[in-house]
């Protein structure tokens, strides 16, 4: 597996960095002032699928701003791994960093490849005291990804696996739009927190409903309004979250 250190740098100009930048919607609010600073910080990188972001207790080195796909936060039990939170385009990988922490007991890696932004974890204390707009952004997210973790932790506790799956695929399904989702069924049910055969039955009745198609690694959204009617309340929950988070971006 890749780690977060030794992924690529794009071969990028300024203006491609900042390309990345307003694609990132948690960043892209900020003041040009601010957007100046901050981009000194911050490298271009890919995110090829599976990269390991940081692993569990040990140093978080990064923190990663994604632009395009999705990094998955994950614990590890004795039973298996279960997803704990998904990090798209609204929001960034690293908060224990936030937070006074050097690692963390989830690890974090790449779900969807895509590309973003990456920035040294020694450099935040500096960029938050000279850009108090982006400080005042990075702990917004904070409390929404907690809200999230919370939210999720109820599902995974009350709502079937059907409903889970399509709010899974929802959240998806926001942070990569219209594209293809690529996914094998392995790695649906260890993000479910369940084994393979109970995914092929829930994505199943789901494929069958004409919600989605599943064929050869790769689902596709055919019925949005279908999928969010098989997901439970928690989707909506969610949903309403970003829009608060990016509704703030003014305020």
């Not at 109820?154 to 409903?163: D, F, G």
């Not at 409903?209 to 055919?222: C, E, M, P, V, W």
């Amino acid at each position: 597996m890749i780690t977060a250190d030794a992924v690529t740098t794009m071969p990028a100009s300024r203006e491609d960095a900042a390309g990345l930048f307003v694609a990132n919607t948690l960043l892209a609010p900020l003041p040009a002032e601010e957007r100046a600073r901050l981009l000194e910080s911050l490298n271009p990188v890919e995110l090829p699928l599976e990269l390991s972001v940081y692993r569990a207790n040990e140093r978080i080195t990064h923190l990663f701003f994604p632009s395009r796909g999705i990094i998955s936060i994950v614990a590890d039990l004795d039973r298996g791994t279960v997803e704990v939170g998904t990090v798209g385009c609204e929001g960034m990988v690293g908060l224990p960093v936030l937070l006074r922490e050097k690692s963390s007991s989830t690890r974090a890696f790449v779900q969807v490849a895509g590309a973003g932004l990456r920035m040294p974890a020694g450099e935040l204390r500096r960029c938050l005291a000279e850009n108090p707009a982006f400080e005042e952004r990075l702990f917004r997210y904070a409390k929404h990804f907690m809200d999230e973790v919370m939210q999720s932790v109820a599902c995974n506790r009350h709502h079937s696996l059907e409903e889970r799956c399509a709010r899974w695929l929802l959240m998806c399904h926001d942070r990569v739009g219209d594209e293809p989702i690529a996914l094998r069924q392995s790695f649906l049910a260890e993000m479910l927190g369940v084994h393979r055969p109970s995914v092929t039955l829930a994505a199943g009745a789901l494929q069958r409903a004409g919600f989605i198609r599943y064929t050869r690694g790769k689902i596709t959204i055919l019925d949005r309004a279908g999928l969010e009617s098989a997901s439970c309340p928690c989707y909506g929950v969610s949903a309403r979250g970003h829009a608060r988070l990016r509704d703030q971006a003014g305020s």
